[in-house]
């Protein structure tokens, strides 16, 4: 039979990498915590008309990426790309929005994309969404969060903020009209998919990554000179307060992000320690979404951050916490007719060090097998119940990586010599 693989880019986590995801989440799940801002679940799969209504229809996710399909009902269901609508809808739903929210959330997300290194079909975000606050100060907050979190990482040297503001939508209206008129003159220079763009989604040509359209958008109209007086001084303020905390940031007048629902701030961390796919961290603002959804006018900003990205990021730099790859503290080694003495010693030493990660010989062997395994689990010491130990309760220390003399000691005295 042929052998079953896993959908190309979907991928497993084989348990050597789960240390550094367990980490990532640890890190970034108490960073929000300290910031008062509480987790959210919303389920994998929506309504396809969420997506579509909140993403918008002319997006690459929307018309390209997403995994859509009936259910048994004949219903059209998607698999989450992002994580926003799902929890403006869930807001809504549960009238979460009577007061201002600060959430986040993590989760696999999907899109049918081309997968590379950076670039996966099932890949995870990490998300924070804010609802019910208008001004630039939690536009600062969120930043200066995740400034803080690339400290905390080790990578703040590798990460740089990109920032920009489309203003209201009037004048990302005006800009775009503006922008058409240019680009519609030199319609033959531009690639072939800035072409097609030109008339479904022109903003999303600044990002393109062909060199010649890039070399004549030197010359189009600058987005920043549209900029409504509101979107301006919001855009002014929030630039004053990040310079007060410290958060250097580029502003980049052609970051336009790829959701239709953003307005006002954007930006993105990007980096290039990680290649083509350099965005580790994007978001905005988008204070039309939630009314937009079916809820009463309610101001919002958040971002989404690749979690793969991220742990691939914290790898290539080497910047993992060296004690990761350390699964185990102790193995016990248990040779002859001592199985249920084993048992009882390890389960008395999860309850004198709740700290010790205990692996117990589970199979039999000999002496010298059950050594081996000892050694290869990366414990510190091996701790060996073998016949004569059994019947005195003790137990044998043997210490696998330092030269100190084995010794035997009653079971009841382990716990204070590895305490020590
Ligand atoms: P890109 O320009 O790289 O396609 P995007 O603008 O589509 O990114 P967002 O929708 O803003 O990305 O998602 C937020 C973050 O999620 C990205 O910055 C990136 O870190 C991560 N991300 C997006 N798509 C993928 C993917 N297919 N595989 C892995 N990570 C992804
Ligand atoms: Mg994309």
Known sequence: MKQLRAIRGMNDLLPEQSPAWQYVEATLSELFGRYGYSEIRTPTLEATQLFSRAVGEATDIVEKEMYTFEDKSGDSVTLRPEGTAGTVRAAIQSNLLIQPQRLWY????????????????????????????????????????????????????????????????????????????????????????????????????????NAQTQELLADAPCLLDFLDEESAAHFTQLRALLDAAGVKYEINSKLVRGLDYYGKTVFEWVTDSLGAQGTVCAGGRYDGLVEQMGGKSTPAVGFGLGAERLVLMLETLNVLPESLVQQVDAYLVAVGDVQSAALAAAEQLRDDLPWLRLQAHCGGGSFKSQMKKADKSGADYALIIGEDEAANGQITVKYLRSDQQQQTLALTELAALLQG
């Open 106 to 209: 993590f989760g696999p997300m999907f899109r049918y994309e081309r997968p590379q290194k950076g670039r996966l079909r099932q890949f995870h975000q990490f998300g924070v969404e804010v609802f019910g606050i208008e001004g630039p100060d939690i536009d600062a907050e969120i930043l200066i969060m995740t400034a803080r979190l690339w400290r905390q990482l080790g990578i703040s040297e590798q990460v740089t903020l990109q920032l920009n503001s489309l203003g209201n939508s009037d004048s990302r209206a005006a800009y775009r009209d503006a922008l058409v008129v240019y680009l519609s003159e030199r319609r033959e220079l531009l690639d072939e998919d800035s072409q097609r763009r030109l008339e479904r989604n022109p903003l999303r040509i600044l990002d393109s990554k």
